[in-house]
């Protein structure tokens, strides 16, 4: 054990020492302002942060296994390398996140600003994102298997190289946004835009369409096998 308590990582913050690779499990950090904390590895296992600001903090590869994430403040937040399991995070501000190489599995996030976030070669399964706001967002080589995307905003996003395979999408605009090299082989799609987008080579085998509007996408190599695509608008 470290020897850090509450208020002994408080003073550590405030005087701007690192507390990287420390041992903060259990600790109850709830309400406390960490806001720029550079935490970088240390373990957070089972510790209380709700309502804690973590604003532009450096979370990088954390242990946030069993943490209680109630209105935690993560706006800014460097979170790379990181795994999230079985949590809902909706009450989180997620506001311009840098999540990098992150795991997020069986997790819920709605009505969140993440315009402008990155989220490169992040892998999200099994999970529930509905009403989020992901205009301008760095989302490149992306894993999204088996998750439910609902009203979401993605405009005018990176999306080269990202998976989205065997995922719901309902209500999604991908306006402007580049998709080259994008899989959506055997997903479901109900009411999405890629209006002026970029389509290069994108793989829709196998996926089950209700009203796709591609009018204006710049389209070339797109792969179609056995694709159903019902009311298509070029």
Known sequence: MSGYDRQRLVEAIETGQPVEGEDLRGLDLSGLDLGGANLRGSDLRNANLSETNLEESHLERVNLEGAVLHKTNFTGAHLSGITLKDVDLSSCIMTRVTALDSQFLRITLSGQDLSRSKLTGSTIIYSRLKDLNLSEAGLQKMKVLFTTLESCTL?????????????????????????????????????????????????????????????????????????????LTR
Not at 178 to 188: E, G, I, N, P, R
């Open 155 to 231: 405009d005018k996003c990176a999306l080269n190289e990202s998976d989205f395979a065997l995922s719901r999408f309902t209500k999604i605009t991908m306006n402007d946004s580049d998709l080259t090299l994008v899989s959506f082989m055997a997903a479901s799609m109900q009411d999405i835009q890629m209006r002026n987008a970029i389509l290069d080579r994108v793989d829709f085998t196998l996926i089950n369409a209700e009203g796709l509007d591609i009018t204006g996408a710049k389209q070339h190599g797109l792969v179609m096998e056995r694709a159903k695509v019902r009311n």
